[in-house]
């Protein structure tokens, strides 16, 4: 079965604080890896999008990885800021039709 | 802003009611979806149309049905919905929803609490 799962499920940290949030997914065969962050009455905003030969990406303070051989992609945010408190929502897709397939969401919560 | 936008962003409904959900999109895409979010779960996919035309309806109840006149514009009506519909409801478009997946652009969506 596909699936995207996301640890933590939510995490609080210090304002200037470093931070790294997991996504193992089971989607096969696979197309792209995509991260999202969604604050809090919004949609969600694309950060990053990896295809199979990336194994990382940046975006500013956001820095994704991927291993495809593990399944395993990380989102690495660098001097947090109070706007990164958001969900972060990782997504899987595979080749063809089939449709994405979102994680949970990890809740990031970044205080003074 | 990410070039789609939904109305109403809140809507509060009975269970008798019928009502609309509306999104455009001013990106020039021609695949737009709808998604279900509801609290501590992941994005449910609805409906998507490609080029106006309904390519994946994913066993959504029938008291959901969306219209597509044109590229630009999607509508989800609802009718005798049930409390357990309440939640964020997103629109989402991409170039194309055929073929390799791209990226989707959201709106903001629509708060909906069926009383």
Redesign the interface.
């Known amino acids: 079965k596909n699936q995207v799962e996301q640890s933590p499920q939510s995490l609080i940290i210090l304002e200037g604080k470093n931070c790294t949030l997991q996504c193992n997914y089971t989607v096969s065969p696979f197309s792209n890896l995509r991260w999202y962050k969604q604050d809090t009455g919004r949609g969600p905003v694309s950060l990053t999008i990896m295809t199979f030969s990336e194994n990382t990406k940046s975006n500013g303070r956001y820095t994704a990885t991927l291993d495809a051989d593990t399944k395993q992609s990380s989102l690495h945010i660098t001097a947090s800021q109070l706007s990164d408190s958001a969900s972060y929502i990782c997504v899987v897709s595979s080749t063809g039709n089939t449709p994405l397939v979102f994680g949970k969401g990890t809740r990031l919560s970044v205080i003074a | 802003e ?1 070039g ?1 936008t939904q109305t109403p962003r809140h809507l509060v409904m009975g269970m008798t009611n019928k009502k609309s959900l509306k999104c455009e999109q001013h990106l020039g895409h021609n695949a737009m979806y709808w998604y279900k979010q509801s609290a ?4 449910e ?1 609805m409906f ?1 149309y490609n080029f106006k035309e309904q ?2 309806n ?1 066993s959504v109840p029938s008291r959901f049905s969306p219209e597509c006149p044109n590229s630009s514009h999607l509508f989800l009506h609802l009718h005798t919905l049930q409390p357990e519909d309440s939640a964020l409801y ?3 478009s991409s170039k194309t929803g ?4 791209d ?7 629509t ?1 909906l609490t069926v009383l």
């Open positions: 990410t789609v501590k779960k992941p994005l996919l998507v390519t994946e994913n997103l629109c989402a055929s073929g390799r997946p990226t989707q652009y959201f709106g903001p969506g708060r």
